[in-house]
């Protein structure tokens, strides 16, 4: 495992995180090492709400396979959706080495820095993000990206330059070119890279495919 300025230049330097939504935990791995072989190293398995906090283990156990799966790959794994303390702890003792979340949480954030984990918790608004930045975030998710649009982000970047921004939602390997140029950081990207279709059916060639594609546009 990375420490945290490790992780913060694998972030950076990778701009790509694949968000894992509703996947079964016995398929995260194989997916995940079909994506690193498509040049993606950066995976998200989000907390799903609709469980109660007893039985958040399908994310947890989707980040312990794929990090027993990973084996000598470069392969690092974070936590999505994550709106309480309970969350933070349940990701960082899964093997999490970041968190994103869809608001911000100042204690999540603190807790968070505390344990030494890389944060992206999720703005709408100028506001947002400064107050998200000033609690201690390391990267600000801007959601949904898709819908506010690369001028948006352009016009965000001029007053928060200081603030690395990620964009999340709607975004694929047609539109990140523009929102690159806006001045976004990096992106997390969900069912249009991680396919649950693809995966269900154990389509990794396909998979992996689709991953070299999205590494193609971000150079």
């Known amino acids: 495992m990375l420490n945290k300025d490790e992780m913060l230049k694998k ?32 995976c998200e398995v ?17 980040i ?8 000598n790959r470069d392969i690092h794994v974070g936590a999505g959706t994550v709106l309480t303390l309970e969350q933070v702890a ?5 093997g ?11 204690e999540v954030i603190r807790m968070a820095n505390a344990l030494k984990m890389v944060t992206m918790p999720g703005a709408f608004s100028p506001s947002e993000a400064e107050s998200a930045y000033e609690a201690g975030a390391d990267f ?20 928060l330059a ?8 709607g975004i694929d390997e047609n539109n990140m070119g523009e929102f690159l140029k806006a001045g976004a950081a990096g992106f997390g990207i969900g069912g249009n890279l991680v396919s649950k279709k693809l995966i269900d059916a ?18």
């Open 202 to 219: 154990g389509k990794y060639d396909e998979l992996r495919e689709l991953a070299e594609k999205y590494v193609s546009a971000i150079k």
């Open 162 to 169: 200081h603030i690395p921004l990620i964009g999340v939602g």
């Open 11 to 42: 972030i950076r330097e990778r701009k790509l995180v694949a968000i894992f939504r509703g996947i079964d935990p016995e398929r995260c791995s194989e997916a995940a090492n079909a994506l690193y072989d498509g040049g993606i190293s950066l």
């Open 96 to 106: 999490a080495e970041f968190i994103i979340t869809p608001g911000t949480n100042v």
């Open 46 to 62: 989000t907390f799903r709400m609709e469980e109660s906090p007893e039985n958040f283990s399908s994310t947890t156990e989707g």
């Open 140 to 159: 600000v998710k801007i959601f949904p990206a898709s819908v506010l649009g690369s001028g948006y982000f352009k016009a965000l970047s001029g007053p």
């Open 90 to 94: 349940l990701a960082y003792d899964a």
């Open 64 to 71: 312990k396979r794929i990090k027993e799966g990973a084996g």
